[in-house]
């Protein structure tokens, strides 16, 4: 069993340690302003380091849970104050950032890109990889092992892939919780009370549907469609607005962001 530590503590963060809970041999939390570390290291039955100048000399995996705006003064903080051992994996959960940024900074080339989503927490998330050549097939099994308690795993073939990628199952909750948002407040304004219930069941049964249908999307789609019914006129409508062409356009402003948080990260490279 590994030990893990990571620096910061967010709802993302949270969400993916939170299932390896049981599958650790030791846990460690790091933030700044200690607090959200603590919470972390209590749910996680583990050890908030209120200072790195503390930093554990076993950890195995160091998890980077931070913004990637703060990865330049926050790795260098890192670097001054602990001393990492060279057998530790550095596992990045920074947006943005590449591989051979991660491999100068630390240089090491025993660095993993991962982005996770918050669904995570249910155990039913998605979590995408890039390993670093450094990283050993051993070591790949064990941290997959880890990332598995939380959902499923997709290893990417490269850096565009990863960050295409990104922009549907990293970013893919908020789209899916904003559309049902958006139903259950039609919902409301017909009278309907618990919603929430409602919209909830129907993404859950239907996402139960996809998983376990052999069909495509298009043929589940076409399956609740009557020709002239109720479900295609709502449809046609979507169509009418170019409903398909304002979630490309959304993805690809997604993808652009990702970029741009690239281009700022291999700005700092030495």
């Known amino acids: 069993m590994a030990k893990l530590m990571t620096l ?3 709802n993302m963060a949270s969400a993916l340690l939170f299932p390896m809970r049981n599958s650790l041999e030791g846990f460690y939390a ?7 570390a603590a919470e972390l290291a209590k749910t996680m ?3 908030c380091i209120e200072t790195l100048d503390r930093y554990p000399k076993d950890v195995d995996f160091l998890f980077l849970a931070f913004k990637p705006q703060q990865f330049d003064q926050a790795s260098n903080e890192l670097l001054e104050k602990a001393k990492i051992k060279e057998s530790t994996v550095i596992v990045s959960m920074l947006a943005g950032t590449p591989l051979e940024v991660l491999k100068e900074k630390f240089n090491s080339d025993r660095v993993v890109r991962i982005m996770p989503n918050t669904p995570c927490t249910t155990g039913k998330g998605v979590i ?5 050549a450094g990283v050993n097939d051993e070591e790949k099994k064990e941290l997959l092992f880890l990332l598995n308690t939380a959902g499923m795993t997709h290893d990417c073939e490269s850096e565009d892939q990863f960050d295409a990628i990104t ?16 139903m259950a407040s039609y919902l409301e304004s017909v009278g309907v009370k618990e919603t929430k219930d409602l919209v909830a069941q129907l993404f859950l049964g239907t996402s139960k549907l ?5 069909l495509d999307f298009e043929t589940l789609r076409n399956n609740v469609t009557s020709k002239k019914g109720v479900t295609y006129e709502a449809l046609e409508s979507f169509k009418a607005d170019k409903w398909e062409e304002l979630t490309h356009r959304g993805l690809q402003k997604n993808l ?15």
């Not at 790091?30 to 959200?36: A, E, N, R």
């Not at 700022?264 to 490279?269: D, E, F, V």
């Open 30 to 36: 790091f933030t700044p302003s200690v607090t959200k």
């Open 45 to 47: 039955g583990g050890k």
């Open 8 to 10: 910061g503590a967010g």
């Open 128 to 132: 995408l990889t890039l390993f670093g």
């Open 256 to 270: 652009k962001r990702s970029l741009e948080l690239r281009e700022n990260a291999l700005k700092l490279r030495k």
């Open 167 to 182: 922009a549907v199952t990293g970013s893919g909750p908020a789209y899916i919780f904003e559309y049902a948002r958006q």
């Open 210 to 214: 996809m998983t376990d249908s052999p």
